[in-house]
């Protein structure tokens, strides 16, 4: 952080150039970085599209940025390659081709094999279908177009959720409403019944009453009955 001028510009280019380094993030938080875009924006717009940039951007601000070497050329060849692979699972080696401007599929092909190798890129060859089957793709540095893009998609989720779980409490009310309903309907319905079987046993008694009565009032007619008839054939008798 203490490296300024050409000092800074030469750490920059080496830092580009690293075989083994594919995240320049924190080059571009560093305060001296910030501060030499003053002098030389060229070269800090330069560590932009290593940072989470492509081939294709380069090549559209080419005369206003520093030249690549080779080492740095087959860099952002590799960087590009890990952005399309984060795009779309399916990479053909024609339209690769003239993303990283490779002669051939073997030049494709190459690039993929050094990605797989420092653990940057899985997947598997198709040859007959001339496409490479992504698997997994290292994540690249987030530019601010990027994290404005994942507020909105946030935003919208975060609405889409709202919605349905507004839905979903609403379900939830209509079934504890219905099951409310149902249970109100089972004890009037019980209700019914227990009225219903309290008259029946109340007219069962009823009719029981009177059948026991009629019999004791025919017994005791039918007694009287036979006690006159016995002192009708006593006074004849006599």
């Avoid at 609403?170 to 079987?197: C, F």
């Avoid at 009719?207 to 009287?224: A, I, L, S, T, W």
């Amino acid at each position: 952080e203490s490296l300024a001028g050409k000092d800074l510009e030469k750490a920059i280019q080496e830092a580009l150039a690293d075989p083994d380094r594919f995240t320049f993030g924190d080059i571009l938080a560093m305060p001296n970085v910030e501060a030499h875009a003053k002098n030389n924006q060229a070269i800090v717009d330069l560590v932009k599209i290593f940072a989470h940039g492509t081939l294709a951007d380069y090549n559209v601000k080419k005369a206003t940025l520093p030249k690549l070497n080779e080492a740095q050329s087959s860099k952002l060849k590799k960087l590009t390659l890990l952005s399309l692979a984060s795009q779309s699972k399916t990479l053909p080696y024609e339209g690769l081709a003239k993303e990283l401007e490779a002669k051939n599929s073997w030049g494709v092909e190459d690039l993929i094999t050094d990605c797989i190798r420092k653990g940057l890129l899985k997947g598997k060859h198709n040859p007959k279908a001339k496409e490479f089957v992504v698997e997994y793709a290292e994540c690249r540095d987030i530019s601010d177009s990027d994290l404005d893009g994942m507020a909105s998609q946030i935003a919208a989720w975060l609405e889409s959720s709202g919605e349905a779980l507004k839905i979903l409490e609403q379900k939830i009310t209509e079934t504890k409403d219905a099951h409310k309903a149902e249970e109100l309907r089972e004890k009037s319905l019980k209700e019914e019944m227990e009225r219903v079987k309290k008259m029946l046993e109340a007219k069962a008694s009823n009719h029981g009453g009177h059948g026991r009565h009629g019999g004791k009032r025919g017994g005791r007619e039918d007694g009287m009955y036979m006690m006159g008839m016995g002192g009708m054939n006593m006074g004849g008798g006599y």
